[in-house]
């Protein structure tokens, strides 16, 4: 493998790394405005490159140059144009090569922004530059993981070079998202003179097994700001990005132009492409200007009062659900399905895991499921990603700074690495010992069903032994029945082969699913949904054990065909039944896709 290649590898894997702490960067985005959107920014510009590496094209600098969105995508994907320009387009370059790039790709990122900040991610490209030109002529594992370090403690202290970021209790996302994925592009430089243990570490960046290091980030990661505050500021409305091509230099007329029709001007120009970012008031007037320069090839516009939105939502969401205290409380995550009043009316709060919607990270619980459908239907193709560790960590916060004990009933281990990710954090958590992790096995319905049952038992519930044990219990007992109505978004997802795909739907087949020790297993096969209901309802009316049965109805997009459902099982049942009618879980929709529906039973 070449260094070319080695280097488009690392840098999807800095980008996997950015995307998955996309959220918490929109989270902490304070500077320049409070917009909620550093994260997707970032993330977005990041694809631009992604996806133009995955096409086979070679001159990728230009279509980051095209992707980049927002204040932050639009330095970062200047800082790249300049890096990638510099290394050329050969297969070779060494790390005197790299060198010289990055010091290139710093200094116009600084030239791109026409009101340049210390504090920001420009700070940490100045530190990139320093430490590589001070490192020894062989750049091995631990060169790089001191770099990682040293990157680390530059972002940490960007607080103490921006107010604005210390009376917000955070540090500069910006900065924090160039760390995070500068961390992973330069894993190529170790993969120069060791290519198999270096392509081994860039495999586990990418995939997530490592991330960049957070250091002392972790303790300025906590937003202090209110939306209010957030509300109160002297903004201009709107977020644009123009692409332009000109036929000549427009030299210092362009940003003469721009600076007088708004504010957070940021130009890239490469040969005869011009990229710029503004704040404005009038989009039309910025579109018009844009013309007299070239060729407008592009217009993005962002209504930035719909960043406040987001910021209001995420401070709302900052603390736990509000309820009497308890010695015993029970937490899941958002890979069960579990209805937000249901949750709410037993003290359930849940990790939130992310959709990945246009370049935008999604909380699972703020998705507008029917416009998701809607797309999947019409063919577009969405992905999930967990939630990083420092979101983790808030969230734990959030759990134990109240007294007693709380029971995580988890994601199946075989699904996602979010149990994990949470058992390494509590792990480290002063009071991580107050967290019982159980492993459901399981997701989506019976994983929600164990939880409910298990919360509702702890509102009456004093001995933490006793609520252990049936919560363990449930895991053991509780079933779900998954009728999926076509395979072919398991199979857009990777989650299956296309072929077997292909085939299955040639016949019709209409899998139920559930889940087993080792991940999802087929209870049966149809080639209807009412088949699988039939099938469906003989094994509830059998479902073993004592107690009264609880059943959770599940849908996707076909809550009318649900409810019909919940009709035949009330007439067939010959006795009595708890009934939750609750969406699909997100993770589990996007994945299994719309008409999806499910029944998970257990006995209470």
């Given amino acids: 493998m070449t260094p070319r290649e080695m280097l488009m590898k690392a840098f999807c894997a800095g980008a996997a790394d950015l995307n998955r702490r996309s959220a918490l960067l929109d989270r902490i985005n304070v500077f320049p405005v409070v917009d909620a959107d550093t994260g997707a920014n970032m993330s977005q510009t990041l694809k631009a490159g992604i996806d133009a590496i995955e096409s086979g094209r070679r001159d990728i600098a230009a279509d980051i140059l095209l992707g980049a969105r927002g204040n932050s995508g639009v330095i970062l994907a200047q800082f790249l144009v300049g890096f990638l320009d510099t290394l050329g387009a050969g297969e070779s370059f060494d790390l005197s090569d790299v060198r010289k790039a990055v010091s290139t790709g710093r200094d116009l990122a600084y030239e791109a922004v026409s009101d340049p900040h210390e504090g920001t991610m420009l700070t940490v490209m100045t530190v990139l530059r320093d430490t590589l030109n001070r490192s020894a002529q062989t750049f091995d594992t631990s060169s790089h993981t001191a770099m990682e370090n040293t990157l680390a403690q530059a972002v940490r202290t960007t607080p103490d070079l921006m107010p604005r970021l210390r009376e917000a209790g955070v540090v500069d996302s910006g900065a924090l998202g160039f760390h995070v994925f500068i961390c992973g592009l330069t894993l190529a430089l170790p993969a120069l003179d060791d290519p198999a243990g270096g392509i081994a570490s860039i495999e586990a960046r990418r995939t997530g097994e490592t991330v960049a290091p957070m250091g002392e980030i972790a303790l300025s990661i906590d937003p202090g700001f209110l939306a209010s505050s957030a509300a109160d500021e002297s903004r201009l409305r709107y977020c644009m990005n123009v692409a332009l091509e000109t036929t000549g230099d427009p030299g210092d007329n362009l940003t003469t132009t721009f600076e007088s029709l708004g504010a957070s001007l940021d130009i890239i120009r490469r040969k005869n492409l011009i990229k710029l970012h503004v704040h404005c008031n009038d989009p039309e007037a910025v579109r018009s200007a844009s013309a007299r320069f070239g060729k407008v090839i592009s217009v993005d516009v962002e209504d930035m009062s719909e960043g406040l939105v987001r910021v209001k939502a995420m401070s709302a969401e900052t603390s736990p ?84 004990n709380v029971i995580y009933l988890a994601v199946g281990r075989p699904y996602t690495g979010t149990q994990e990710l949470v058992r390494g954090v509590a792990a480290k958590h002063p009071e991580g010992e107050r967290l019982i992790i159980l492993d459901t096995s399981a997701a989506s319905g019976q994983q929600g069903l164990a939880v409910l049952a298990t919360a509702i038992r702890a509102q009456r519930e004093n001995d933490l032994n006793a609520l252990v044990e049936f919560a363990r219990d449930q895991i053991k007992t509780c079933v779900e029945y998954l009728v999926i109505d076509t395979l072919k978004y398991l199979s857009a997802t990777g989650r299956i082969g296309k072929v077997k795909a292909a085939f299955a739907g040639a016949l019709g087949v209409r899998p139920i699913v559930g889940h087993g020790a080792n991940g999802a297993i087929t209870h049966d096969k149809v080639r209807s949904h009412e088949a699988a209901l039939d099938k469906i309802i003989d094994k509830v009316s059998k479902h073993p054990g004592e107690g009264r049965l609880m059943i959770m109805l599940e849908h996707t997009d076909n809550l009318e065909w649900v409810e019909q459902v919940r009709t035949r099982l009330e007439s067939t049942l010959q006795e009595p039944a708890d009934f939750h009618l609750c969406p699909l879980s997100s993770t589990s929709s996007v994945h299994m896709g719309p008409g999806t529906w499910g029944i998970a039973v257990t006995r209470v």
């Fill in 321 to 404: 659900t509000a309820r009497a205290s308890r010695p015993l409380r029970v937490m899941s995550d958002s890979s069960m399905s579990l209805s937000e009043e249901l949750a709410k009316k037993h003290g359930v709060d849940r990790l939130e895991n992310y959709v990945s919607v246009h370049g935008r990270m999604v909380r699972d619980g703020d998705l507008d499921r029917d416009a998701l459908f809607a797309k999947m239907r019409d063919g577009h193709i969405f992905t999930t990603a967990q939630t990083s560790p420092e979101e983790v960590r808030l969230f734990l916060d959030g759990q134990l700074k109240e007294p007693g």
